[in-house]
């Protein structure tokens, strides 16, 4: 009864803190469309109607249709990526495996905005593909919505590749083994036993490559200046950022995409629950590479190949754009400089002011996000707390939607009057951008801890509280401790996908408080590409060693523990 209350105390706790952050703001964005002008002081009603106008209107429906496909795409081709890269990657050594792992952090925490123009820079008509290397092709192939899937797939699948790689880290080899000794093949060994084990990571990953896929708005809406492609994030950006502003119809759009991310969740629900998969126990061992043995070279040249392609086209054409001085004139000995990277150091003023506040919100919304994490995954995956269902889907709810709706929501709650005399009237101060930033880092880390939890029996805590351990004591020696990779992997994650919010930090960013992505922002709007890739590359370059340097240490411990 006392491990109950516990848990039930605990499950509270996690839903007041997800109700306030996440569900709060999201209802203010809905609230909006039944009751427009409340939060200004109005009570009206609104035109319900609208709800079907989806299917009518020939941008909205086109948008929900381009959703679908380039969601469902990338989330079939980026989850099998990233599941055959993290098998790989944790059962053999290869050259290139490290570089494999960076390039996964790289492509996390880049925003999608760059990706995009690196992209364009390299596929359009007059890009580099075309005039370097003859490459006519590209173009067509690129802008199309088969290209625009292998490009999202190529941005995505390292969410599927850290999850599952981080379920990786203990292996359990009983089964396997006996099946050997009835003669299986290693294949099917595989095939039977060790990939349906794995279920609830790839179904974790396939999560978050869906929802990052359909609420991404940095990359869909760059390339639709070379190809027009609206999604369902674009078009809530145009209803709020057009005159007259929709808020409206953005809480509609808005409202699909929760549908959506709601029935993804449903058939993962579905799938999980028809098996159990905690299959650890005291002679569980860490995963440690092998020795590829015939098939090192091939195993080296195909993921070489891969990095070639999935950083060196969007990154290092950002790398080729910051040391140009005239694009059009190509990458010849007098056409390079280092203008831009002089520029930057010399009128630096808001961009290194600006990579310490987006350090300091990241840090703690990542530190933040991994308490409220735990205990949200805890309670899905260990307790019988009857709001489950609804914690599973608020932490999941803020990933789904776009930032500028959730920033959007942040406005209408936190810039209440009555608030001020409270002292919480928090719009325009940097507290809200840590509040949003906590709201993000949630459903990343909750997704990336459950997928490990699953493995973990829960007879394993039963049996240290029946020896008197209390909660927090069973979490913090037997829990953390089996989960230690998932949770490294999950805060890193969070870590790095705060510090490049563009959209949040768009809408909320306070007067004189400037971050890293805002920086970057500006420059690409005013035409400054030579000096936004100078800072992109000086400001990525800063925040991919912080991640690759706190993941060294952590493995250090880890491997000494």
Known sequence: MLRVLNVNRLGWIVSILLGVLVLCPLAAVIIQVLLPGVFFGELNFGDLSLLLDVFNRPLWRKSLE????????????????????AVIRSRWRFAGAAALDAAAWILFIMPSFILAQGWIMFSAGNGLAASLLGWKWVSGAVFSPGGLIVVMTFSKFPLAYLTVRAAMEWKMDMLSQAARLCGARPWRVWLSIEAPLLLPSICSGALLVFMDTIGDFGLPSAIAVVYRFPTLPYSIYSAIYTSPIRFDMAGVLSLYLVLLITLAIAVQFYILCRSRYDILSGRAERLIPGSSGQYHWLLSGAVILLLIVVIGIPIGSSLVMSVLQVQSDGLVRSNLTLQHYAELFRQGADLFPGIGRSLAIAAIASLAGLLIGLGAAFVLSYSRFRFKKAIETATLISFAVPG??????????????????????????????????????IPVITR??????????????????????SLVSRVRRILIPLIRGALVSG???????????????????????????????DAFEDMRFGYASAATVTGGGIIVLILIVIEAVFKRKGATA
């Not at 381009?66 to 055959?84: E, K, R």
């Not at 951008?433 to 993000?440: D, E, F, K, N, R």
């Not at 870590?495 to 970057?520: H, K």
Request: charged residues 5%.
């Open 448 to 469: 990336m801890i459950t997928g490990s939890m699953a493995k973990v029996p829960e007879h394993l805590l039963d049996a240290a509280q029946l020896q008197g351990a």
């Open 404 to 441: 500028v709706v959730l920033g959007i929501g942040y406005i209408f709650v936190w810039n209440q009057k009555w608030l001020e005399v409270l002292g919480l009237r928090l719009y325009g101060t940097p507290t809200i951008l840590v509040l949003a930033a906590i709201a993000g880092a």
């Open 66 to 85: 381009n959703s679908l496909l380039l969601g469902l795409g990338t989330t079939l081709l980026g989850t099998l990526l990233g599941t055959v890269l």
């Open 491 to 521: 805060a890193l994650a969070a870590f790095g996908s705060c510090v490049f919010d563009l959209a949040v930090n768009s809408i909320l960013f306070p007067p004189n408080f400037v971050t890293l992505p805002i920086v970057i922002d």
